[in-house]
C-alpha cells in the first residue's frame, strides 16, 4: 500500500502501528531528516517509555570548599551537608525513589586525578545516604575511603564527585 501526504498535509495509507518497513532509508537519516535536536529535545520522546533505559540524572562537582557543579543533566543544585555529605537536588523530578545511582570520586593534585578506587587508603566511592531516605526530588549521598584503620570510615571531601542515577 502506498502512502499519500495530500497538499494540506493529510497522510492517506498508514496503518495503525506505523510507518511500513522500508519507509525510512538510510539515505534519508543521511540527508538530516533526523538531528540532534530532535532525538535531545526532552519532549520529543515520552519519559516513561524510556524507563529502565536512560540516565535520568548525573552531575560531576567538585566536593570542597564551595561545592560547585562543573556539568550536570537534571540537577538543579547540590546541597552541602557536611564533610563528605551532600543532597543532589533534581531539576526535574523523577517518576517515583525506587532508582538506582552509582558513582565515583577523585581527588586532583597536579590537573588531574590521584586517589580514586583502590587508593592506598582503602576503597573510596559514593553511597546512599543512610540519614535520608531518596525522595523523587533529590538524593543523598555519602564520599569516602572505606573503613580503614588510617580514617575509621570517616567521610571526605573529594574535588572530583561523579553521580549518576537510573530508573
Do not use: H
Request: hydrophobic residues 35%; proline residues 1%.
Amino acid at each position: 500500500m502506498s502512502i499519500t501526504i495530500n497538499g494540506s498535509g493529510t497522510i492517506t495509507g498508514l496503518t495503525t502501528g506505523g510507518l511500513p518497513d522500508g519507509s525510512i532509508t538510510t539515505d534519508d537519516l543521511a540527508a538530516g531528516a533526523i538531528t540532534n535536536a530532535k532525538v535531545n529535545d526532552s519532549a520529543a520522546i515520552a519519559d516513561s517509555k524510556l524507563t529502565g533505559t536512560t540516565c535520568k540524572a548525573w552531575v560531576n562537582f567538585d566536593g570542597t570548599g564551595t561545592v560547585a557543579i562543573r556539568a550536570s543533566y537534571n540537577v538543579s543544585s547540590i546541597t552541602d551537608n557536611g564533610t563528605g555529605d551532600y543532597t543532589v537536588n533534581f531539576t526535574t523530578a523523577l517518576a517515583d525513589a525506587n532508582y538506582s545511582l552509582t558513582g565515583t570520586v577523585s581527588n586532583t593534585v597536579n590537573a588531574w586525578a590521584t586517589a580514586s578506587v583502590g587508593s592506598t587508603r582503602g576503597a573510596c566511592g559514593i553511597q546512599q545516604s543512610g540519614l535520608t531516605q531518596p525522595t523523587t526530588s533529590a538524593c543523598r549521598i555519602e564520599s569516602g575511603y572505606g573503613a580503614t584503620a588510617a580514617n575509621n570510615g570517616a567521610y571526605d571531601d573529594f574535588s572530583a564527585i561523579y553521580v549518576a542515577i537510573f530508573r
